[in-house]
């Protein structure tokens, strides 16, 4: 199988990092085995998605994440919901 393209907010593409989608799951505040359902969740539907149009924005994965978290943990998916990225862009 092809290697799965994700799509980052600045338009540039990496590989699909399954351990990136548990860990920020995990860090969030859910259960281990909350954090490995909706990360294997996750990962099939990205695969769905990317037979559908190649490539999966990294933003709608993580609203999927939100919306499975909220099911089942929603303390969990407000702290996912709030956690920003720091913008390196400006650091000189």
């Known amino acids: 199988m092809d290697i799965l393209k994700v799509q980052k907010r600045d338009g540039s593409l990496e590989n699909y990092a399954h351990h990136k989608v548990l860990g920020g799951i995990l860090i ?22 990317a037979t559908k ?30 956690y920003k990225k720091p913008d390196h862009s400006t650091i000189q």
């Open 28 to 49: 969030a505040g859910a259960t281990l085995e909350q954090a490995q359902q909706i990360s294997d969740d996750i990962e099939a539907w990205v695969k769905i998605e």
């Open 53 to 82: 149009k190649r490539t999966v924005k990294t933003r709608d994965i993580h609203e999927k994440i939100i919306a499975q978290l909220k099911k089942i943990n929603p303390t969990a998916a407000k702290t996912f919901e709030s």
